[in-house]
């Protein structure tokens, strides 16, 4: 995703933001292969990445003009260059640094990453007279390294308006489609390849084995890495930012800090204090599940801070979700510091503070300068200035499927590893377009208690990257009891999604819904009228606001 007029953000700067904040967080545990992933712009350039990691190998994604030499200090085992929205030839695409192919390591470009190639090595890129968009029929008419073993046709998935039509010098040319007259090509002299195609989308049948091919075959790559895999290196990492210091984790019993929490508690015991801060904004009967789940089963030390009122009053009046966000983001962290305040207690003072930071809250908030911003996560882009904590965000550079791998390893029950996601902001970002007041959030609350029995009740909760209720600010007119009405609108919003960067819209069994939107109307007397949202992301997100 490229930071442009519309919008989209980039992953290149908030990857440039994960390396200039810490170089050392992002690096991988120690004796594992790492593959570099070079984003130029591409919406798949995350996806990339996770495949790699799929295949066992850890990768970092990392903007393109981070440098040869910082690449060279992380000793990649190989670079993938990612796709990309401009053209090769246009006087500010971004460039290839030559360097970059004096490492000594395979690379592989893919799409705009193989354009660049072929450009920069002497071969023939222009603009095709039709682009190639979607679902292609490519064809190998020479395996070569690259695509040896896999079938002569086969479907791939195709983004571009530009084509190779000749390959660079002592490259061959392995494949075509019926726009691409050069779809693969490889040079196993140089150690370099590229497709044209995408092989990290489901769109393209084999493209996971030609990934595989690439890392283990022509990389070399050990392929031990796996998401439980860095528990330990993490632990010694929390140790070693740590010390002998105190350290105090905003828990919401969320799999995101629910995680943070324990691997911080591994690492450093009892010099650790969690803080559940009920806020108003959760779900029902939420926060007597948290403190019973780490105070009595976990045996984590746990203050509760009964806060409604407080976070109340500062979003009385707010109706702006980005004012929002940044009141309940400042919010917590002034509670936190409190409350660091008293743990002090005329002994040494809390100095960290834990947050289960992911890498897409990171990519969504922009992540560094020149970035638009999707919206603040009340964690990364809520954060107030005059923070008087150091961070301690041992998630930061994982997805969401990669947390819950390291929660099960940690052994959280299945019920937190696979809760389904929820806000840091809560419920008061689900009230759209009004004030957040207790009224509405308690109806929100009583409205999505029913969803949520329900879509566990058919069995679909584990299915469901999702389900949530918004409440507009919206009124209409029904009939109930043969009396007009003047009631509530209800949205139901259910998605599914493997990372939350892309999401597509649940298909419901209808008479689900109708169950569900029955029961809002008939045991919510506020509610007359009860609605689907039917949109994917992009181009909308999975939250309101």
């Given at each position: 995703?490229?930071?442009?007029?519309?919008?989209?953000?980039?992953?290149?700067?908030?990857?440039?933001?994960?390396?200039?904040r810490d170089p050392a967080r992002v690096r991988p545990p120690r004796a594992l292969d790492e593959v570099v992933v070079l984003d130029y712009g591409g919406q798949y350039s995350q996806l990339i990445a996770r495949r790699v990691r799929e295949c066992g190998v850890f990768s970092e994604l990392l903007p393109h003009h981070l440098g040869a030499a910082e690449i060279a200090r992380r000793k990649p085992k190989g670079l993938i260059l990612s796709g990309g929205p401009a053209s090769v030839y246009a006087p500010q695409a971004p460039r290839l640094e030559s360097e970059l192919l004096d490492l000594g390591v395979p690379v592989l470009g893919i799409c705009y990453g193989m354009q660049l190639l072929a450009f920069e090595l002497g071969g023939r890129v222009e603009a095709a007279?039709?682009?190639?968009?979607?679902?292609?029929?490519?064809?190998?008419?020479?395996?070569?390294?690259?695509?040896?073993?896999?079938?002569?046709?086969?479907?791939?998935?195709?983004?571009?308006?530009?084509?190779?039509?000749?390959?660079?010098?002592?490259?061959?040319?392995?494949?075509?489609?019926?726009?691409?007259?050069?779809?693969?090509?490889?040079?196993?002299?140089?150690?370099?390849?590229?497709?044209?195609?995408?092989?990290?989308?489901?769109?393209?049948?084999?493209?996971?084995?030609?990934?595989?091919?690439?890392?283990?075959?022509?990389?070399?790559?050990?392929?031990?890495?796996?998401?439980?895999?860095?528990?330990?290196?993490?632990?010694?990492?929390?140790?070693?930012?740590?010390?002998?210091?105190?350290?105090?984790?905003?828990?919401?019993?969320?799999?995101?800090?629910?995680?943070?929490?324990?691997?911080?508690?591994?690492?450093?015991?009892?010099?650790?204090?969690?803080?559940?801060?009920?806020?108003?904004?959760?779900?029902?009967?939420?926060?007597?599940?948290?403190?019973?789940?780490?105070?009595?089963?976990?045996?984590?030390?746990?203050?509760?801070?009964?806060?409604?009122?407080?976070?109340?009053?500062?979003?009385?009046?707010?109706?702006?979700?980005?004012?929002?966000?940044?009141?309940?983001?400042?919010?917590?962290?002034?509670?936190?510091?409190?409350?660091?305040?008293?743990?002090?207690?005329?002994?040494?003072?809390?100095?960290?503070?834990?947050?289960?930071?992911?890498?897409?809250?990171?990519?969504?908030?922009?992540?560094?300068?020149?970035?638009?911003?999707?919206?603040?996560?009340?964690?990364?882009?809520?954060?107030?200035?005059?923070?008087?904590?150091?961070?301690?965000?041992?998630?930061?550079?994982?997805?969401?499927?990669?947390?819950?791998?390291?929660?099960?390893?940690?052994?959280?029950?299945?019920?937190?590893?696979?809760?389904?996601?929820?806000?840091?902001?809560?419920?008061?970002?689900?009230?759209?377009?009004?004030?957040?007041?207790?009224?509405?959030?308690?109806?929100?609350?009583?409205?999505?208690?029913?969803?949520?029995?329900?879509?566990?009740?058919?069995?679909?909760?584990?299915?469901?990257?999702?389900?949530?209720?918004?409440?507009?600010?919206?009124?209409?007119?029904?009939?109930?009891?043969?009396?007009?009405?003047?009631?509530?609108?209800?949205?139901?919003?259910?998605?599914?999604?493997?990372?939350?960067?892309?999401?597509?819209?649940?298909?419901?069994?209808?008479?689900?819904?109708?169950?569900?939107?029955?029961?809002?109307?008939?045991?919510?007397?506020?509610?007359?009228?009860?609605?689907?949202?039917?949109?994917?992301?992009?181009?909308?997100?999975?939250?309101?606001?």
């Amino acid at each position: 995703m490229s930071a442009t007029a519309d919008g989209v953000v980039t992953a290149a700067t908030a990857a440039s933001e994960l390396v200039e904040r810490d170089p050392a967080r992002v690096r991988p545990p120690r004796a594992l292969d790492e593959v570099v992933v070079l984003d130029y712009g591409g919406q798949y350039s995350q996806l990339i990445a996770r495949r790699v990691r799929e295949c066992g190998v850890f990768s970092e994604l990392l903007p393109h003009h981070l440098g040869a030499a910082e690449i060279a200090r992380r000793k990649p085992k190989g670079l993938i260059l990612s796709g990309g929205p401009a053209s090769v030839y246009a006087p500010q695409a971004p460039r290839l640094e030559s360097e970059l192919l004096d490492l000594g390591v395979p690379v592989l470009g893919i799409c705009y990453g193989m354009q660049l190639l072929a450009f920069e090595l002497g071969g023939r890129v222009e603009a095709a007279e039709v682009g190639e968009f979607g679902r292609s029929e490519l064809t190998v008419r020479e395996p070569g390294r690259l695509l040896a073993g896999l079938p002569a046709e086969q479907t791939c998935w195709m983004s571009h308006r530009d084509t190779v039509l000749a390959p660079p010098p002592g490259f061959a040319a392995l494949a075509s489609s019926s726009e691409s007259p050069v779809a693969a090509l490889e040079d196993t002299e140089r150690n370099v390849y590229g497709i044209q195609f995408h092989p990290e989308v489901v769109h393209t049948p084999y493209g996971q084995d030609i990934l595989r091919r690439f890392l283990i075959d022509v990389c070399g790559c050990d392929t031990s890495w796996s998401p439980a895999s860095i528990v330990d290196e993490q632990i010694e990492r929390i140790r070693a930012q740590v010390a002998d210091g105190r350290v105090i984790c905003g828990l919401s019993g969320g799999v995101d800090s629910s995680v943070a929490a324990l691997l911080v508690h591994r690492a450093v015991g009892d010099q650790l204090t969690c803080v559940f801060v009920d806020h108003g904004l959760m779900r029902k009967n939420e926060g007597q599940q948290v403190i019973h789940a780490f105070r009595d089963t976990f045996k984590v030390p746990l203050v509760a801070v009964d806060a409604e009122e407080r976070f109340l009053a500062r979003l009385r009046g707010v109706t702006d979700p980005e004012t929002k966000r940044k009141a309940i983001g400042e919010e917590f962290i002034r509670v936190f510091e409190e409350e660091a305040g008293k743990l002090s207690g005329g002994t040494a003072a809390v100095r960290y503070l834990v947050q289960g930071t992911l890498y897409s809250d990171v990519i969504e908030s922009g992540g560094g300068t020149g970035a638009a911003t999707i919206k603040s996560h009340h964690n990364v882009g809520g954060l107030p200035q005059d923070l008087q904590f150091e961070l301690v965000e041992p998630l930061r550079t994982l997805f969401k499927d990669e947390v819950r791998a390291v929660g099960a390893e940690l052994g959280l029950p299945e019920r937190l590893v696979w809760r389904q996601p929820f806000p840091g902001p809560g419920l008061a970002i689900r009230v759209v377009g009004g004030e957040a007041t207790r009224e509405r959030l308690d109806l929100l609350r009583d409205a999505d208690h029913i969803l949520q029995e329900e879509i566990r009740k058919a069995g679909l909760y584990r299915e469901l990257w999702q389900s949530f209720c918004v409440l507009p600010d919206v009124r209409t007119v029904g009939v109930q009891g043969d009396e007009r009405t003047y009631g509530n609108v209800v949205v139901i919003r259910a998605v599914t999604s493997d990372d939350a960067m892309t999401a597509d819209w649940a298909r419901l069994p209808y008479d689900l819904l109708e169950t569900i939107a029955s029961r809002m109307i008939n045991e919510l007397r506020e509610v007359n009228r009860v609605v689907l949202d039917i949109t994917s992301k992009p181009p909308g997100t999975i939250e309101w606001e």
